[in-house]
């Protein structure tokens, strides 16, 4: 099974980090000296995906200026000599005609930003790609899966996995457990935001999926689930009674960085992981920590 297309819902209004997401798109915020976006466009890149595919919406410009060629900042920086920065803006620019860019016109919910982009994906599997969360790995979260979706050879949709504490399950979608094969466990049913203490298990979908075509029709119904949004979780609730769904759970720590916590944390965990900051950044929260 072959993974080329990715999809990416960026419509989102990030209102769990306001005022910061005002004017900017909340995937546009930077962890260390990346925007979100471009930390998950290279952990597909990696996983082998060709083509980029972003659900857009209203205030969401910069994310296609972003994967843009930007002229006059080439030219400026050759003429200054300024070789580095000249080779950050290659080593990031998608290749000409990899990224197409959709729009979903009214916020209806993650099921619908991904049926937005069904003409884009046509009749192929596909991964989806949740910008606000961030794994720490590598091989990244999207490679681990996409190497677990070849292991099992088979026409079958793949979902990220991760356990999370009993107090949180309500904020996450959540699967039930079934038949276990080493790191993976096939799905034995799914429940997007339940209620306290209604979890069927502690392992929350983390925003990657790798699913087959046959998902569009069913968000094509339209039908409104948690919140009244058109939900993924309830098509691929649909989808698992004519296909297989396994979890996954991969290696690496998960970032929700739509959070204004998560964001901080991954900055400094991203910026830990980086040589040229580790030990300056160390020193400086040293002085925050101990006081
Ligand atoms: C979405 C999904 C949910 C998943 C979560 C992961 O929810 O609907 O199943 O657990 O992403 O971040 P959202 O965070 O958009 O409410």
């Known amino acids: 099974m ?37 930390h998950v466009f290279d952990e597909a890149k990696e996983a082998g995906i060709e083509h980029f595919i972003f659900v857009t919406g209203r205030n969401k410009g910069s994310i296609e200026d972003h994967f843009d060629r930007m002229y006059e900042l080439d030219a400026t920086l050759e003429a200054r000599g300024k070789k580095a920065e000249l080779e950050i803006l290659a080593r990031d620019q998608p290749q000409a005609g990899a990224v197409s ?26 991964a989806v790609v949740l910008p606000d969360e961030l794994v720490l790995h590598k091989p990244g979260c999207l490679a681990q899966m996409v190497e677990a979706a070849q292991q099992l050879g088979e026409k079958s949709n793949l979902i990220a996995v991760q356990e999370v504490p009993a107090d949180q399950t309500h904020q996450y979608g959540i699967c039930a457990v079934g038949n276990r094969h080493g790191k993976m466990f096939e799905v034995a049913g799914m429940v997007e935001k339940p209620a306290k203490g209604t979890a069927p298990s502690n392992f929350s979908i983390t925003g990657r999926y790798i699913l087959q075509p046959e998902i569009f029709k069913i968000l094509g119904t339209q039908e409104r689930g948690a919140g009244g949004e058109i939900q993924l979780t309830d098509a691929m609730i649909g989808l698992a009674k004519a296909q297989k769904f396994y979890g996954v759970e991969f290696a690496g720590e998960r970032h929700d960085c739509g959070s204004k916590a998560g964001f901080l944390r991954a900055n400094i965990a991203y910026a830990m992981a980086r040589p040229d900051l580790r030990d300056g950044l160390r020193e400086e929260m040293r002085k925050y920590v101990e006081g």
């Open 101 to 126: 860019f959709t729009r979903q016109q009214s916020p209806l919910g993650l099921g619908h930003a991904v049926w937005c982009a069904r003409d884009i994906v046509g009749d192929e599997p596909f």
């Open 2 to 38: 072959k993974i080329r297309k990715a999809v990416f819902p960026v419509a989102g209004l990030g209102t769990r980090v306001l005022p910061a997401t005002k004017a900017m798109p909340k995937e546009m915020l930077t962890i260390v000296d990346k925007p979100l976006i471009q």
